[in-house]
């Protein structure tokens, strides 16, 4: 039995985590800066610490963390969302799952990922890094099709899909300091993967389909793909790079089944969902000899609520409302557990928070909801001393 910290309460990702891990014997505690966070009631968490939030006040926040990891006697700090990037500049600090910072920067940058997986000679779309308007008009006369998105981004909020060239002038701001990149359209459908990773050998991976979605980016429903070329791409990438932590990949697989990669995301998604049912999940953080995990069998998990609200709509409109339904009945709502029901009866209160948090600052909701742990490349000030 160890003592776990995770960072990120708010995510269905960390529930899940929280969850599977005290069914495993585990102390579970976690650190969060939104008070009201979807994991907060659960019955897993022995402890809840709200903490500074990791953008706004990064120095406080890996004080904090030092602090709980003191005081809590932890063994391990997993953090789960964007705050990953904020944990990893106290690594030398913390007893942390997670990279040094020089490597999550080149992974999570879209534009340095994918020059980087292009040098090991792995699939990734032809790409133009856009700083000028020069350099958009080349990358329209190069390709007859393109997507265009900036190089830190997160759900694909910002992602231009096929975009006419006025609507990518009237988009971008052309602004140095915060570059897009431009790149081929690729045909195909979308396949994303989730894997544990120690010293660049695999110990846990799920792969599954991007059907309905809210929004361009974030998956709302999650089945479970064997998927050996979409492995094969990510053994051999984390392989190179030596990775230890949590990664996932989001891929374009084409007719014959060969796959090309779109982006990194170097921590936690939602293939979580999907390896949690595995008695063994957890210990894929703690043992680099295990036998690789994998889903087990074709089991299916979705969020609910989400699939009501933006997937059935978009269902209906695409006519897709078969296939829709179909997978909301077979799917397992990953935030209801009859023996932990309060995350998801009271969901509701930690959407209040982002919709006050949006309304303060004058942003989406979407937007809000990674307002204090997002990171764009920056290295605060306030750290640098560490």
């Not at 990922?113 to 032809?126: C, K, R």
């Amino acid at each position: 039995m160890a003592n776990i910290l995770f960072t990120g309460g708010r995510s269905p990702a960390a529930l899940e985590l929280a969850r599977t891990f005290r069914r495993a014997g585990h102390v579970v505690c976690m650190a969060e800066s939104l008070r009201g966070h979807l994991s907060a009631p659960s019955r897993c968490i022995a402890h809840n610490f709200l903490v500074p939030p990791p953008r706004q006040q990064t120095a406080a926040f890996l004080d904090a963390l030092s602090e709980i990891v003191s005081r809590q006697r932890i063994d391990l700090v997993i953090p789960v969302n964007e705050e990953t990037f904020y944990v990893a500049m106290g690594r030398d600090h913390l007893p942390a799952f997670v990279e040094p910072l020089n490597t999550l920067r080149t992974l999570h940058n879209k534009w340095d990922f994918t020059f980087y997986a292009a040098s090991l000679g792995l699939s990734v779309p032809d790409s133009i890094l856009v700083q000028t308007r020069d350099d958009l008009l080349s990358a329209y006369a190069r390709w007859r099709g393109l997507v265009l998105k900036p190089v830190y981004s997160r759900f694909a909020s910002r992602t231009l899909i096929l975009p006419t060239l006025n609507q990518a002038f009237s988009t971008l701001t052309f602004d140095p300091a915060s570059p897009w990149v431009a790149q081929e359209f690729v045909h195909g459908a979308q396949v994303c993967t989730y894997s544990v990773v120690h010293r660049g050998r695999i110990s846990a991976h799920a792969a599954y389909r991007s059907e309905f979605t809210a929004g361009q980016g974030a998956t709302v429903a999650f089945q479970h793909v064997d998927h050996p070329a979409a492995f094969e791409w990510v053994r051999t990438f984390v392989e190179v790079v030596q990775f230890t932590g949590q990664i996932s990949f989001d891929f374009i697989e084409d007719a014959q089944g060969a796959v090309t990669a779109l982006e990194c995301n170097p921590r936690a998604t939602s293939g979580v969902h999907l390896l949690a049912s595995h008695p063994r999940f957890p210990d894929a953080f703690f043992d680099s000899e295990i036998p690789l995990i994998t889903p087990d069998g074709p089991n299916s998990s979705m969020l609910s609520t989400a699939m009501l609200v933006y997937a059935m709509p978009e269902a209906l409109r695409k006519k897709k409302f078969q296939q829709w339904l179909d997978t909301f009945i077979r799917s397992r709502d990953v935030l209801f557990d009859v023996h932990d029901s309060l995350p998801a009866l009271l969901q509701g209160r930690s959407i209040l928070h982002y919709v006050s948090l949006a309304r303060r600052h004058d942003i989406s909701p979407l937007q809000a909801s990674t307002f204090d742990i997002e990171w764009n490349g920056e290295m605060p000030l306030n750290i640098h001393q560490r």
